[in-house]
């Protein structure tokens, strides 16, 4: 048994969303998620800037007492490598589960797939997908974390991004679109005005079993605690989040 928190963490609310799966799958273990919204957007960044957030995030959490680090973010998941190199605790990365995911929920072998500039530009989906057989069509879609941060509240502004971004996923008659950005699940009603019925692929469905298997779980059923720790303002992430329903022990920023 291993009573020790499980951290994950994302540049801000998209790890949320990876979290919330997770959460739900092993409620009884104790999660700190660092958001580090000092350095959002990581997407746009420089490769070995984003490299270094990742090493010095998983560093922390491995100092602060985590068993393991879920890097809930597609960007830094690109660095796991690094990243494993510097930590003795278990490192899980959301590209590879979600890829494959994706290509066995394809019929028609067309997948879309969506992410940060980064991600797409490291090609690490697109090699996955295409190493399965299926042809895959990928948009860099760094707005969206914009929008998803600053602005989500203006439907009006997000439906004009889908249809000026998405359009050409469309047409390229994609039956799977996968969510290459944990941010982009939150917009998942307006991809779904644009796509109706396909699959639609989500980085915490596809880790949550994962995440356990090099892990002790804990037994204590006293146990299910989030803790949050920003970067930044702690106000302004409380604020960010009201959509997230899973009771919060506390939000704390890093010193
Ligand atoms: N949520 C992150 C991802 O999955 C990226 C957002 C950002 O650009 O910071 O890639």
Redesign the pocket.
């Known amino acids: 048994m291993d009573n020790r928190p499980i951290g994950v963490f994302?540049?801000?609310?998209?790890?949320l969303t990876v979290l919330e799966k997770i959460y739900k799958y092993a409620p009884f273990e104790n999660y700190i998620f660092l958001a580090?919204q000092k350095?959002?957007?990581?997407?746009?960044?420089e490769e070995s800037t984003v490299r270094n957030i990742v090493i010095e995030n998983c560093q922390y959490l491995e100092k602060i007492g985590c068993k393991e680090i879920i890097i809930?973010?597609?960007?830094?998941?690109l660095f796991i490598e690094d990243a494993k190199k510097t930590c003795k605790i278990p490192v899980i990365s959301?590209i590879e589960p979600t890829a494959t995911n994706a290509c066995s929920s394809s019929k028609n072998g067309n997948i879309g797939v969506i992410?940060?500039?980064?991600?797409i530009k490291k090609g690490r989906y697109q090699k996955i997908i295409e190493g399965q057989n299926k042809s895959v069509f990928s948009v860099p879609c760094?707005e969206f974390?914009d929008y998803i941060?600053n602005d989500i509240t203006n439907i009006e502004r997000g439906r004009t991004l889908v249809k000026e971004k998405l359009t050409y996923l469309k047409e390229q008659n994609v039956d799977t679109l996968v969510?290459?950005?944990?941010?982009?699940s939150l917009m998942e009603a307006l991809y779904k005005e644009l796509f109706g019925n396909i699959n639609y692929i989500d980085?915490g469905d596809s880790i949550k079993e994962i995440a356990f298997e090099k892990i002790e779980r804990t037994t204590n059923k006293e146990y299910g605690k989030i803790d949050i720790i920003t970067s930044s303002n702690a106000k302004e992430f409380s604020d960010k989040m009201g959509w997230f329903k899973i009771n919060i022990n506390s939000i704390k920023e890093k010193k």
């Open positions: 994302d540049s801000g609310l998209g790890g580090d350095n959002c957007p990581y997407g746009t960044k809930a973010c597609n960007t830094a998941s959301v992410a940060t500039d980064l991600t760094s974390v941060e969510y290459g950005c944990t941010h982009f980085c």
